[in-house]
């Protein structure tokens, strides 16, 4: 690891941990052993090494997603074991989006712009398969139902005022709506395997 990539990492896990606004250059040349010229010649400012660490922090979270869903049988499985997952992340980043939104606009307008892109590519590569291998049909509307989905199941993980009926939590309604989804557009064989997924991991739908 070099320098750069060790200072990226230290700094992640100090935004992390300490918040975005409260960690200063100062604090992070002191806890790292370093100058604060080094970080200014390396980084610029604080605003593009913030960039750079939250890129990292959250294609870490992708990468440990995938590593979690690779011994999925199917494309549809992995997909679905994707979705649940990425609510085990949604408390730390719905705390750091909302941080940038409200003390680095220009940063979180960079990240978001940037992970929806790449999500909605990903998403989008992985329904291909799905109808390809004959798990949805593919007599619907691809691009208007993925974006649908994306931006829906975005803002259950992003919003904790969302109006839920009783007894209905954000990861119970986030559940919900990824099942009706791939429900509504499955094959016969797609329905198989949703079916399967929901009674493995005793999911209340």
Do not use: W
């Not at 052993?33 to 010649?41: A, F, M, P």
């Not at 997909?79 to 941080?99: A, E, K």
């Not at 709506?177 to 009674?199: H, N, P, Q, S, Y």
Request: hydrophobic share 40%; charged share 25%.
């Amino acid at each position: 690891m070099t320098q750069r990539e060790h200072i990226i990492e230290r700094t992640s896990e100090m935004f992390v941990m300490h918040g975005i606004k409260s960690v200063r250059m100062d604090d992070i040349a002191q806890t790292l052993g370093v100058s604060k010229r080094t970080l200014y010649e390396m980084f610029g400012d604080k605003e593009e090494l913030l960039y750079l660490c939250m890129s990292s922090f959250l294609e870490k979270q992708r990468m440990n997603v995938n590593e979690q869903v690779r011994s999925a049988a199917s494309i549809l499985e992995s997909i679905l074991h994707g979705f649940l997952n990425m609510m085990q992340y949604s408390d730390v980043n719905n705390r750091i989006m909302n941080n940038l939104q409200k003390f680095y606009p220009t940063v979180f307008q960079r990240i978001h712009k940037e992970c929806g892109e790449v999500g909605r590519t990903n998403f989008r590569n992985a329904i291909h398969r799905c109808v390809e291998e004959g798990y949805l049909d593919e007599k619907f509307n691809m691009d208007l139902a993925i974006t649908v989905l994306y931006y829906t199941a975005m803002g259950v993980v992003a919003r904790r005022d969302f109006p839920y009926p009783d007894g209905v939590s954000p990861q119970k309604a986030f559940r919900h709506i990824v099942i009706c989804f791939f429900r509504g557009v499955a094959t016969t064989k797609g329905l198989a395997v949703i079916d399967k997924f929901v009674e493995e991991n005793e999911m209340d739908i």
